[in-house]
């Protein structure tokens, strides 16, 4: 089993930066794919970025650019910073984690909104 924490949401103005933070639990971090996910009121659940555990990454069209994924094996965190925000950007956030048995793990969001 992996529980996955987030931290790091809140209020931010447009043009503003965020950084998000998971830590994980439980499992073997480093053989983990590890993800960020979004989703906005009324919309489906969105994935933003990914990394894989030979750290390859992956994000969506509409944050290429702006938002970078990392990951620390030694603490067991991936990390989603966030740059230039908008409006659109506002959403609950969710870690997600798949592990080398190709189960998946979530964590409880964390919200981001992005106003003025």
């Known amino acids: 089993q992996v529980q996955l924490v987030e931290s790091g949401g809140g209020l931010v103005q447009p043009g503003g930066s965020l950084r998000l933070s998971c830590v994980a639990s439980?499992?073997?971090?480093?053989?983990?794919?590890m993800a960020w996910y979004r989703q906005a009121p009324g919309k489906q659940r969105e994935l933003v970025a990914s990394i894989s555990m030979t750290t390859r990454t992956k994000y969506a069209d509409s944050v290429k650019g702006r938002f970078t994924i990392s990951r620390d094996n030694a603490k067991n965190t991936v990390s989603l910073h966030m740059n230039s925000l908008n409006a659109e950007d506002t959403a609950v956030y969710y870690c997600?984690?798949?592990?080398?048995?190709?189960?998946?793990?979530w964590g409880q969001g964390t919200q981001v909104t992005v106003s003025s």
């Open positions: 997600n984690a798949r592990d080398f048995f190709n189960s998946e793990y």
């Open positions: 439980g499992g073997v971090f480093e053989r983990n794919d």
